[in-house]
Structures are given as structure tokens and as C-alpha cells.
């Protein structure tokens, strides 16, 4: 039988987590008063929107228990929120444990955390407990809203204290929430994937699809609209299949007509839709918006057909072309974005000539290119035929040469255009400058000041530079 999922936020555990919140505040109180200094904390995150979320969740619930923000991982806390997407990821974190001990061995207060989805994998618990003893906390994806209530046991107790959870039916949302930008906000709208790509470890640490009520998700941003954000970003590994599990089925279109209705909100956009499930109804709601981005990220993993059935991938490369024309058609202000993998088990150079070819006539406006990481525990690690790193190493270079020039092409096109930019920060590098985002995704760098951080300003795009533009505010 199918579990039956929560759909709505449980208010008894939020007011049981905000009583640990409390409790998690005397208690640094109390450690600032032995130290005679505020005691500081560093939320750092690896991977995907999703956990950059996770992490505005974390860092709400450490300031609120009294802890002061700190970007310096030579804090009294430090949380590791992490990916395991890719191998790599899983590498950067145990090579940076190695420096978080360090600092630990140097400052007596010093607490270390992990949450994120490495800690979903049994393997990585196991090397953890063996190898880094240090770690005071681990727990997992499903029940990242007991924080407060973990932070309580491990400042009571000795040794490493570990809770991971398979799976949950329980949706928490109303905690404590500081976010990275004050101007807009990630929004989760469903949790989880029910696809198993054979490469893919998403639906293992983050569970079976479950979707939030739309009137959740709708009052959720009412108030962060009243809170000041003008963007949000609708989060779910397939949003497309937003609203299968509710009891009253809800489509993502849907969702995103009453989205639009909220008065004071500006921009949406949403990610990451599934391009078997873009059905007509979306490109009519897209095309009918006035708040929707001008964007989609629609990932295409293999141009080769028989490459996407060995990827469990639900479509063939005629299908993803055949919709992402009829998008280009349809929507020709839009940008498309992709993910691509490089050296999924078996793919030959025929496999690549077919990926470059659909690349080629998408033109993507910008892609991520992926070399194949072996996920222990999915179906393509025990896969025949792992490809040679010098042949991976060839075609990615050969992919991301030719999605660089459809980028900078497409790119080129906005030369002269007048478009709202949403202004993000004062850029980097030249402080005379200001950085923001048009709706189609592309960065806009131009003169302004800090007084334009959360802003949507108009600007003419002047000089292209690649993939970014330089511009003037009209
Ligand atoms: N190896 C390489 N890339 C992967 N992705 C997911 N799993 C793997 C893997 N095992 C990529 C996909 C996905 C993006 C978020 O990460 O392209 O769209
Ligand atoms: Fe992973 Fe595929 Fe689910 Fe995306 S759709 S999270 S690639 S299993």
C-alpha cells in the first residue's frame, strides 16, 4: 500500500521545536556569559537550491537560539549542510572536516554538525564514526526541523549523537527562517522524487514525492511578500509533478495561476521542471503570466535515446526536441537551460554526436555539464562498460565547448534590449557597480550603489561580455 503523506505543516511539533528554541537559548546565554563573548556560528551549504533553503531554515533557528552569523568556519558551531549528488561533493566535505578539527582542537566550545544528504548514505555514517569522531551532530534530510531539539541533546551529552531517518510523512515549515537575500526566497512546494534516473541518489536521501497543500504554499509567500521578497523560486526535484499526492489534485500550472494572484509579488520562477511531464497547459500558463520568469531549466542529461533508456529517462531525444522547439516557438523570449552528463556507463562517441547535436539545435542559453559520478547504491554503479576517464575527459570538453558558443550566441541576441533587472548586489569586483538578474536569468552589471540591493530597475543592456552583460539604468 502507499503511505499516506502529511500534506500541511504539523503546528504541534512547530510549537514543541520553538519551546527547544528556547531551551537551545538559555543555553547559549549561558556559554556567552563563560566566555565573556557572543558565541558565533557558520551554516555552510553545498549543492542545490533545496539545501541552500534547508540552510535559511538552520541559520533562522541559530540566531533565534542566540548564536551571532558568521561566514568563518572558525566559529563555535558549524554546520555542514550537505550534497551527494556527486562524488566530488562527498570529497570537499571530509577534506574540510579535516580543517574544521583543527579549529576545534584550539577552541573548547567548539561544536561540529552535519545534516544534508550525504548523511542519508549508511557508508558516509559508518566513515564518519570511524574516522572523524570529532563530529558532535549528524542528522539527515526528513527531519532537518528537529534541529533545535538535536541542538538541546548534543549540548547535554557527550560523544557524537546521530538521527537519520529513512523517510517521513511529517511536513514542519513554520520555524524560524533568515534569508541569504532579503528581496527573494526559495519556497518548498514538494519534497523528494519518484523518478530513480539509474544515475541519480535523489530519490534515496530525499524520499518518496510528497506536495504541500496549495494554500500552504500560497500563504507562505503572502507573508513573505508582507516580509519584503518580490521573487520566489517554487522548489521540487520535478515540480511538474507538483500535486499528484493531495487529496483534492492540484496541477502545477495550477499552482502557478494562484501564485500569480498574490497581490505585491513580482517574479516567479521554478525549478526543476521534468521535460516529459511540460505539458501544453504549462507553456499556456507560462505564456499568459506576467510574473512568471522568462526562464526554464530543463534538463536533457543525454542527447542519445538509447542513453536516456539506460538513464530510466522518460523521453527520447525526438521528444526533448520536439518540446524544446515547440518551446522556442512558442515562448521565444524564454530562456532554456540544461544539465548534461558526460560518461554515463556504456556511452560511446556516437551517444556524444547525438547530445551535441540536440545542443546544437536548442542553442541552450547556458547549460551545466556534468561528468558521471558512480552513486553507490543506484542502479548504473553496477552498470557494465564504466567509461574511461580519457574519453570523458575528450567529450566533456568537446560538450562544453559547444554549449559555451550557443551561450555566448544566444547571449549576443539581448544586445540593445531594455529589461527590468532585479538588482541582487553591489558587484564584486568593481564596487562603482551593482549586480542583478534580468527575468531570463542573464546577469546585468551596472553603475548603482547599494541603495538598488532588492530593487527591479530598467536598464539598457549596452555591451555584451560572453555570457553577462554591462548596462545602463534608464
Ligand atoms: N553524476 C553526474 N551528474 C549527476 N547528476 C545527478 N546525478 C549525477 C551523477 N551521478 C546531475 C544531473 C542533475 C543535476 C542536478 O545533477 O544532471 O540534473
Ligand atoms: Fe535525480 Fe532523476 Fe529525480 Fe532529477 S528526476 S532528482 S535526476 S532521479
Known sequence: MREVFDTRTDPEEVARQLRFIEEGKKITEKLNAEAGRRMKACVVTFGCQMNARDSEKLTGILAN?????????????????????????????????????????????????????????????????????????????????????????????KGMFIDVWESTTKIVEDLPVIRKYPFKSGVNIMFGCDKFCTYC?????????????????????????????????????????????????????????????????????????????????????????????????????????????????????????????????????VAITT???????????????????????????????????????????????????????VWFDEVLSLVQNCAKERTALLQDRIEDVLVEDVNSHDSSLVTGRMSNNTLVHFPGDRSLIGEIVTVKLEECRGFYYLGKRL
Open 65 to 157: 537560539m542566540g548564536f551571532e552569523m558568521t561566514e568563518d568556519e572558525n566559529a563555535d558551531f558549524v554546520i555542514y549542510n550537505t550534497c551527494s549528488v556527486r562524488d566530488n561533493a562527498n570529497q570537499k566535505v571530509y577534506g574540510k572536516l579535516g580543517v574544521l578539527n583543527t579549529y576545534k582542537k584550539r577552541n573548547p566550545h567548539m561544536k561540529i554538525a552535519l545534516c544534508g544528504c550525504m548523511t542519508q548514505e549508511e557508508s558516509v555514517i559508518d566513515k564518519i564514526q570511524n574516522s572523524y569522531p570529532f563530529v558532535d551532530l549528524i542528522f539527515g534530510t526528513h527531519n532537518l526541523y528537529k534541529f533545535p531539539e538535536y541542538y538541546v541533546y548534543m549540548m547535554q551529552k
Open 201 to 333: 541518489i535523489v530519490p534515496y536521501v530525499r524520499g518518496r514525492e510528497r506536495s504541500r497543500e496549495p494554500e500552504e504554499i500560497v500563504s507562505e509567500i503572502e507573508k513573505l511578500v508582507k516580509d519584503g521578497v518580490k521573487e520566489v523560486m517554487l522548489l521540487g526535484q520535478n515540480v511538474n509533478s507538483y500535486g499528484k499526492n493531495l487529496e483534492k489534485k492540484t496541477t502545477f500550472p495550477e499552482l502557478l495561476r494562484m501564485v500569480e494572484q498574490i497581490e505585491g509579488l513580482q517574479r516567479i520562477r521554478f525549478m526543476t521542471p521534468y521535460p516529459s511531464d511540460f505539458d501544453d497547459d504549462m507553456i499556456a500558463c507560462m505564456k499568459d503570466s506576467k510574473k512568471i520568469c522568462r526562464h526554464i531549466h530543463l534538463p536533457l542529461q543525454s542527447g542519445s535515446s538509447r542513453i536516456l533508456k539506460k538513464m530510466n529517462r522518460r523521453y527520447t531525444k525526438e521528444e526533448f526536441l520536439e518540446l524544446a522547439l515547440k518551446l522556442r516557438r512558442e515562448l521565444p523570449d
Open 339 to 393: 544539465d548534461i552528463i558526460v560518461g554515463f556507463p556504456g556511452e560511446t562517441k556516437e551517444d556524444i554526436d547525438e547530445t551535441l547535436d540536440v545542443i546544437r539545435k536548442v542553442c541552450f542559453d547556458n547549460a551545466f555539464t556534468f561528468i558521471y559520478s558512480k552513486r553507490t547504491g543506484t542502479p548504473a554503479a553496477s552498470m557494465p562498460d564504466q567509461v574511461a576517464e580519457e574519453d570523458i575527459k
